[in-house]
């Protein structure tokens, strides 16, 4: 299980420093690809499958399915971190997550999203802001803290 905050730099080839902590999860090869609200997903191997084998059920005639489906394969792409730790965040997924210098690596449970550090802080200042309304949905959805 993924969790916790670490904030990272990117350097001028695209590479980034996974903390230790997710690198370990992770093992020696994972997947990264598009995610939602403008940041990307990590998921381990065996993650990324069960993630695949929900896209591969869904229905070819429903446009919404053949959508998703797209998204995150279009974008899927396979990493292995080097001696140092790092990672090549390819160009595209960087751009789809208007990573610039600095960027925060966010643990979610099953998998870990990569955002740029100014989105992240903004995200987090919203969800704040609008915590109640929040817990109300969640409330109706049958969670409750």
Known sequence: MFDGEFYHTLDAKGRLIL???FRE????SFMITRGLDGCLFVYTQLEWQALDEKLQKLPLI???????TRFFHA?????EPDKQGRILVPAGLRTYADLKKEVCMVGVGKHIEIWDKERWENN?????EN????LDGM????FVI
Do not use: F, H, Y
Not at 124 to 128: E, R, V, W
Not at 139 to 142: H, N, P
């Open 19 to 21: 903390p230790a902590r």
């Open 25 to 28: 999860e992770l093992g020696g």
């Open 62 to 68: 429903n446009k919404g399915a053949r959508e998703l």
């Open 75 to 79: 974008g899927v792409t396979q990493c």
């Open 124 to 128: 987090m200042s919203d969800i704040s």
């Open 131 to 134: 915590m109640d309304g929040l």
């Open 139 to 142: 409330q109706d959805m049958g």
